[in-house]
């Protein structure tokens, strides 16, 4: 029998008032302060916040692969800039039929 392996579904969405403990525990698990600010997106897999974003700040949970939700968060807020300050552009690729 074949195991079939899916990804874990990711929601990025604006932080509420009632993630306060929630994200303070993810910044104590990371070693960082809690952000602040009325701008934090965060990220959730499988119903529990693994990663947020706040102006240049950054929190995730250090015991789960969270790179590419970090860079998630990132494409969401429009915050992908280069050393230049230029912003990068995403490209998704088109599928073709065979």
Do not use: C
């Amino acid at each position: 029998m074949a195991l079939l392996l899916t990804a874990p579904t990711v929601v990025i969405r604006a932080a509420r008032g009632s993630d306060g403990q929630a994200l303070e525990n993810l910044a104590r698990l990371d070693s960082q302060r809690p952000l602040s600010g009325a701008d934090i997106l965060l990220a959730e897999q499988d119903g529990k916040i693994v990663a947020a974003l706040a102006g240049a700040r950054t929190i995730a949970d250090p015991f789960r692969p969270t790179g590419d939700v970090v860079a998630l968060l990132h494409v969401h807020a429009g915050r992908t800039a280069h050393v230049d300050g230029s912003r990068s552009r995403v490209r998704v690729p088109r599928v073709r039929a065979a």
